[in-house]
């Protein structure tokens, strides 16, 4: 009409709109080639993952949280002095060369596949799908193996804290309470990543205040010259590894392994993360150094404080002992420290969740696993059935195992280097692998995306053969028993990967289209985009 009452129309020289020859079709505009990370296990919004629910800050709290720096030292300070003695502390800052090789595999993957499935997605593209499936299903079952023992701890440490020492050694009590812990932090994980992220801020915060309130009153004590036990001045000599001889590094950095192991949880939360391209990969390099603090800080303050004679004694107690130290040092505010290897279990428990949970979705959604795991909650936009899977496989394997004995519940965390030891070198080599064709192009890539996970690789194969070794013999084992001949953690990690064999067989047989995905090399475009750290 508008053009009418212009002029326009038939009689005045122009022609006729409906006599005018129909336009050529326009072509349909090519959508933009879609990154490499989401070409084949679709976008966060494609899964319906909460994109930029949480910040790198959030993300780094979550990746040292994992690791349960508190109940980490608890656990292994006195078996590392025992075997390195002074020198435990070098132990540790060695232990720490692996892990951050690694990390930086986890970061220069992630930035060209930015998949919650981590090293299941990315060994999948460098190496192929049976790799990729045995990496998902490593990850997958740490969570199962650890969480159970994490929520187990806390309600130890939580009730000695409050002066429940009663409750604390009835089995029925605290198997109960463990179990409703599981309940209530997988029921967090639910809810929503932002709820996690709050909740896990809180506890990293009295974590850590915590545990400089131990290490600070156990240094001055120790100049004052008022320490209780056989104290000695720190010295800077205590971090050469090589100090207390070979032996000693080899069985310490097996240890190592478990203390730094869980940072990469908060790369697992990469299609949930800011700018999830860097932010993710950058805090779990940044867990790696906090924690290497954190753990030579404590090492120090514990080893100057009660001196080796009294760790090595008490080594078999594990996170017993410093229930011991805490009394010592604080006196009556020992409450301080059991507070805080609670909260850091308790943290842990949480978190621990979500690598497994996040790699169970990101294979369900490649046809990996079964369909109905990759299942996100319509309002909290997390993956719903496969982390209400792991928690109930946890309390499932939690429970059983301590009908065994409460050692067969140590033997299955020992069992857990394996199955670390194996992802983490898996990733290291898949680094390498799908940027082989851009390691060259200049000295950054060769050392630091090629050369460097490679070497934390080889490392931590060396270590998963040596842990094979230590393991075979059943006296080595918490409880000292034989299982068909060998430890006891030896052979559950050598079930959990026939289990795991079996099950890829019978879904490889059941739905073979995962199986149909080739291998790859890293998208030039994507890798020359990408800006050095």
């Known amino acids: 009409m508008a053009h009418q009452g212009a002029g326009g129309g038939p009689g005045n020289g122009v022609p006729d709109p409906s006599e005018l020859p129909e336009p050529e079709p326009r072509p349909e505009p090519r959508p933009e080639p879609r990154p490499q990370a989401q070409a084949d296990a679709g976008t966060a919004a494609d899964a319906g993952?909460?994109?930029?629910?949480?910040?790198?800050?959030?993300a780094l709290v979550i990746g040292l949280n994992s690791t349960s720096p508190a109940?980490?030292?608890a656990a292994v300070i006195g078996p590392i002095v025992a075997l390195a003695g002074i020198y435990a502390p070098g132990v540790m800052l060695a232990s720490f060369v692996p892990m951050v090789l690694i990390a930086a595999a986890f970061y220069y993957l992630n930035k060209v596949d930015q998949d919650c499935g981590t090293t299941f997605s990315w060994v999948t593209r460098a190496m192929g799908p049976w790799a990729g499936w045995l990496g998902g299903w490593a990850i997958a079952m740490t969570g199962v193996l650890v969480i159970g023992s994490l929520a187990d701890v806390a309600v130890h440490f939580g009730l000695l804290a409050a002066g429940l020492d009663d409750w604390a050694t009835n089995a029925l009590i605290r198997q109960s309470l463990t179990v409703v812990v599981i309940l209530a932090m997988t029921a967090v994980c639910v809810i929503g990543t932002e709820m996690s992220a709050r909740l896990q801020d809180v506890l990293i915060l009295a974590q850590v205040f915590f545990l400089l309130v131990f290490a600070v009153v156990a240094i001055y004590r120790v100049y004052a010259g008022t320490s209780s036990l056989d104290g000695t001045r720190?010295?800077?000599e205590w971090l050469n590894p090589f100090g207390a001889g070979g032996a000693a590094l080899t069985g310490g950095l097996l240890l190592g392994v478990f203390i730094y192991w869980g940072w990469e949880s908060a790369v697992n939360l990469t299609e949930e993360v800011?700018?999830?391209?860097?932010?993710?990969?950058?805090?779990?390099?940044w867990s790696t150094v906090?924690?290497?603090?954190?753990?030579?800080?404590?090492?120090?303050?514990?080893?100057?404080?009660?001196?080796?004679?009294?760790?090595?004694e008490n080594a078999g107690e594990e996170e017993a002992v410093f229930a011991v130290l805490a009394h010592e040092v604080m006196g009556g505010w020992d409450w301080v420290v059991l507070?805080?290897?609670?909260?850091?279990?308790?943290?842990s428990t949480q978190t621990t969740i979500i690598p497994a949970s996040r790699t169970a979705l990101s294979m369900a959604r490649r046809h990996a696993l079964p369909p109905h795991l990759s299942?996100?909650?319509?309002?909290?936009?997390?993956?719903?059935v496969s982390t209400w899977w792991v928690a109930a496989i946890a309390i499932a394997w939690y429970l059983a195992v301590n009908q065994i004995s409460e050692n067969a519940l140590l033997d299955s965390l020992t069992a857990l280097s394996l199955l670390i030891a194996f992802y983490y070198a898996l990733t290291g080599l898949a680094c390498a692998v799908y940027y082989r064709r851009h390691l060259l192009e200049s000295v950054h890539n060769f050392l630091l995306i090629g050369l460097g996970p490679v070497l934390g690789a080889a490392l931590l194969a060396w270590l998963l053969v040596e842990s094979v070794a230590d393991m075979s013999d059943p006296e080595n084992s918490a409880s000292g028993a034989s299982w068909f001949g060998l430890g006891p953690p030896l052979v559950i990690g050598i079930g959990i990967g026939v289990v795991g064999v079996l099950v890829m067989c019978f879904w490889r047989v059941r739905d073979g289209r995962f199986w149909q995905e080739k291998r790859g090399v890293a998208d030039p475009a994507l890798v020359h985009a990408i800006k050095k750290p």
């Open 49 to 58: 993952l909460k994109a930029n629910a949480i910040g790198f800050l959030d």
């Open 375 to 384: 299942h996100i909650h319509p309002r909290f936009r997390t993956p719903d």
């Open 339 to 347: 507070l805080a290897v609670c909260t850091s279990a308790l943290a």
């Open 274 to 285: 800011e700018d999830s391209a860097t932010a993710p990969g950058k805090a779990g390099i």
């Open 71 to 73: 109940y980490s030292l």
């Open 290 to 312: 906090v924690l290497l603090v954190t753990y030579l800080s404590v090492g120090f303050a514990v080893v100057g404080y009660a001196g080796t004679k009294f760790l090595a």
């Open 234 to 236: 720190p010295s800077i």
